[in-house]
């Protein structure tokens, strides 16, 4: 006879603040959660360290911070949930040591990002900042000069990752001709071209928009130099990060007409919040068009936010996989009713797996699976058998040593 496991969801306390999304609550309900605390409001102090306390799962968004001395006082915390891009509002490490996957939605907004590239593309190409600009003041420049279609023109991508490449498939069909340039070897969409150098892509685009990482290379990867090898007359869009363009230069370029608009929609210092001011080199001119880092912000992306991480978090929970953790080492496996599975998260250093094996072995119990990835600092193991479940096997799981996280699965 095949036993059938299956684990009592309702005593999983899920707890979600910030406002997350419906999408995700409906998710978590419709896979058999039903205990979820939600709330609108961000949680910071005692509250959200009662919280943590009780918590199996926590769902944050960008302004509730889990830090390490909270993550040491969540002994039920099983994983973290970020209904967001970046994780710096978690100690992501010290999650990690205490054996807490950390969970995001890295590419729930890349379409979003796209889409308002395009736009400024053809807005800065049509010179519409500028003209928008002298007609809420009274002054009608009904002229063609510096107005161009996008049709047949060059945008320059540089960065041909989730939304370089969104970005080369949207333009394309517009008519427009791609070049991108790249550090690693991608697969080109459509007719795009790959350059070999930052340099041919700038010499040859009447538009160049930067979909890069922040990282030590790309730090004022576009500055005076770089302005200074564009087509006269280019636009330059970039949505990606702060630290990515020298924007002193890009005013420099704009006012002596190098460059005939820009877009800028991230920066080195972004305000943390309405009531902060806003300054930028930018500022002064009119064919610029600035925004408040809202590339990724719309409904649809918050939407797809709350399902990505949702799904992430369930998927961690009914089975073990790690896949798309932040902070994890990554097993991924489907969920499997015939067998019993016990999580077993362990400092990496010799011996524990052998500890592990021994506690299902005194006991005459069949591994009829085993699963192991490892880090150098953190081992993750997953054991499936198909005996009945025996309360001591857990208790002596925990007790060995180098033990960080136990949990079963029956
Ligand atoms: P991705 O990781 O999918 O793509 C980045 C690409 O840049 C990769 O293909 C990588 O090989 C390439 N790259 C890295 N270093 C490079 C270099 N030195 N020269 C040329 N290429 C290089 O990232 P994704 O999702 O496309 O995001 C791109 C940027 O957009 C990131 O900086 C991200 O933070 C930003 N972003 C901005 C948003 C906004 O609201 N404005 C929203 C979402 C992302």
Request: glycine share 6%; charged share 25%; net charge neutral.
């Amino acid at each position: 006879m095949t036993n059938t496991y299956s684990f009592d969801k309702s005593r999983i306390k899920v707890v979600l603040v910030e406002g997350i999304h419906e999408n995700a609550v409906t998710y978590f309900r419709e896979n058999g959660y039903s205990d979820i605390e939600y709330y609108r409001e961000a949680l910071s102090g005692s509250r959200l360290e009662e919280k943590l306390r009780n918590a199996h799962i926590i769902g944050i968004r960008s302004r509730t911070e889990i830090r390490s001395d909270m993550l040491r006082k969540a002994q039920r915390l099983i994983a973290v949930g970020c209904f967001s891009i970046g994780t710096n509002q978690v100690d992501v490490h010290e999650a990690k040591m205490a054996g807490i996957p950390v969970f995001n939605a890295p590419f729930s907004n890349t379409r979003s990002v796209a889409e308002l590239v395009i736009a400024e593309c053809i807005m800065l190409m049509r010179g519409i900042p500028e003209k928008n600009h002298l007609a809420r003041n009274r002054i009608w420049m009904k002229s063609a000069s510096n107005s161009v279609e996008v049709r047949g023109k060059t945008l320059g991508i540089i960065g041909y990752g989730h939304i370089g490449s969104q970005v080369s498939i949207l333009a394309e069909s517009l008519g427009m001709r791609i070049i991108y340039y790249d550090i690693e070897k991608k697969l080109t969409l459509g007719n795009a071209t790959p350059v070999s150098c930052l340099e041919e892509l700038l010499k040859y685009s009447d538009t160049v928009t930067i979909h890069v990482p922040s990282t030590d290379l790309t730090r004022n990867m576009i500055s005076g130099r770089q302005v200074a090898m564009m087509k006269k007359g280019a636009c330059l869009i970039n949505a990606s990060r702060g630290d990515v363009v020298d924007y002193k230069a890009v005013a420099e370029g704009l006012r002596t007409k190098q460059l005939s608009g820009a877009a800028a929609d991230v920066f080195p210092q972004e305000p943390a919040s309405a009531e902060e001011p806003f300054t930028s080199e930018l500022q002064e001119f009119d064919n610029v068009i600035l925004t408040p880092h809202i590339g990724g912000n719309t409904l649809e992306a918050q939407a797809n936010i709350g399902l990505e991480v949702a799904e992430k978090l369930v998927k961690y929970s009914d089975t073990g996989s790690t896949i798309g953790a932040v902070n994890f080492v990554e097993i991924s496996l489907r969920p499997n009713a015939s067998k019993q599975r016990f999580l077993h998260i362990h400092a990496n250093v010799p011996g524990v797996l052998k500890e592990i094996n021994n506690v299902f072995s005194s006991r005459n119990i069949n591994i009829a699976a085993e699963f192991l990835q490892t880090d150098p600092e953190l081992g993750y193991v997953i054991v499936e058998t198909d005996s009945e479940l025996d309360h001591s096997v857990i208790r002596d799981l925990r007790n060995i040593p180098h033990t960080i996280r136990v949990r079963v699965l029956f």
